[in-house]
């Protein structure tokens, strides 16, 4: 079915400046950029839930293994194996399409010519209409690189003479965004992106990220005015 869902009343709070909607045009690419595996269900699993549900193509690209986020023993290679197992897991529980493993290190990613290229590529490829990345302030420093290296390649791409130009839709991970510029109520796919969180048990051994994904897409829900019925929803904030 071609066309556009309207599933939900579009709400613009903070003097307009937030734009509030799950409406989603159905058949597009969308691309995710992911630091770690569980950044993107943390920033963008409701979102990705919804651009499924629609008939939406997700690659998700995992920029690193997370090998650092998992105490030794194992090996750095078994961190690597036990992190991508999960994030393949995830992915197949939100109903993302294609998964890409870029390898970089953890803890170490730089947006340099070599990294820059290999996003271009990838958005050359794919040619999204849809990019998730995290935003510029976020708290880890991978994240902001990301973040850099889809800004440079998108400016690399605007000199080109076509005419793509790709929404970017940039999330939140370990720093609240100051002034969103688009939030998507996902109360109807919350379950599904805490099932896809629950597949990175690595990770919530050791910090309860789904209380705190939780509490910041309520919060999104609380002030960004989303409701089910009487009851306050939940929602995931963007920047751009
Ligand atoms: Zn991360």
């Not at 750095?76 to 993302?96: D, N, T, W």
């Not at 050791?206 to 002030?223: C, F, M, P, T």
């Amino acid at each position: 079915m071609q066309g556009v869902l309207k599933t939900l009343v579009v709400a613009l709070l903070f003097g307009g400046s937030a734009y509030c909607s799950n409406e989603v045009e159905e058949g597009k690419k969308i691309l995710v950029l992911s630091p770690h595996p569980d950044d993107d269900v943390l920033g963008c699993g409701g979102a990705i839930a919804h651009h499924v549900a629609s008939g939406d193509k997700v690659t998700t690209v995992y920029v690193t293994s997370g090998e650092m986020g998992i105490a030794e023993p194992p090996g750095p290679q078994m961190r690597a194996k036990i992190r991508e197992q999960e994030g393949s897991r995830a992915s197949e529980i939100l109903g993302v399409q294609h998964t890409q493993f870029l390898r970089l290190p953890d803890g170490h990613v730089q947006a340099n010519n070599y990294t820059v290229s290999f996003i271009e590529n990838i958005i050359t490829r794919e040619r999204p209409a849809i990019i998730y990345a995290p935003h510029d302030d976020d708290g880890h420093n991978d994240h902001r690189e990301v973040c850099k290296m889809v800004r440079i390649a998108l400016d690399r791409l605007s000199h080109r003479s076509d005419s793509y130009v790709p929404t970017l839709r940039l999330y939140e991970v370990w720093t609240p965004l100051a002034a969103p510029t688009y939030v998507e109520d996902i109360s109807d796919v919350m379950e599904t992106k805490m099932a896809a969180l629950a597949a990175h048990a690595s990770q919530l051994a050791g910090i309860a990220y789904d209380e705190g994904v939780a509490g910041l897409n309520r919060y999104r829900g609380v002030v960004h005015g989303v409701h089910i019925g009487s009851q306050i929803g939940y929602a995931e904030a963007f920047g751009e």
